[in-house]
């Protein structure tokens, strides 16, 4: 699966490029001249942009949402679009194995050419819990890719939608963490998309019967 690219705007490169510093070197990585020169940026850009650390990993938040939903953008088109009668532009009705195939090729994404992303994702989550400062922009996010699962679990019938999605997203989490950065991560063999699928299609039914 792979999306349309297009040159990023400076906050995007910006954000793009702390991100990366995040992954690679953790939060200590992290300062204004260090991203100028990782964004290929004049010294002072990212000062101008974001004037403040909170600022720059707030960003970082906003822009690790967007990448999240675009994919998941992406991955509905070209499932709708595989699924729907020819000529047809709308996506076809949701079923609980096209959600599975979709959760579970994201997953697997994530998993390979989204591992250093979601590696800097959860290092960003451990210093909003210790900056209060930073947890509103954290909980937005965190809100919005909730609500955004929401809507695929209620489409699929799920009597409490919201309830689910946080299921979801918990379960989503602790599989993301454990393969990447858990005690036998580095163990692990490759990610495999029919295991993913068989864990993704469990997560999907528990979190549609609410975690049974």
Known sequence: MSSPSRAPDRRTLIADAAIGLVSSAGLRGLTHRAVDGAAGLPVGSTSYYFRTRTALI??????????DFAELDFAERDAGSAASPAGSAAPAPPDLEAAVALFAG????????????HLARFELSLEAARTPDLAPELQRAGRAARARAATV?????????EEAAELLAAWTDGILYDR???????????????????TTRRMLNAALNGGR
């Open 153 to 161: 679990l209620a489409a699929l019938g799920a009597e409490h939608p």
């Open 180 to 198: 990447l950065a858990g005690a036998p991560s580095h163990a692990r063999p490759a990610p495999d998309p029919a295991e993913l699928t068989r």
């Open 106 to 117: 994201l997953l697997y994404r994530w998993l390979t050419v989204g591992r250093e992303r």
């Open 58 to 67: 707030g960003a970082c938040y906003h822009r690790l949402v967007e990448l």
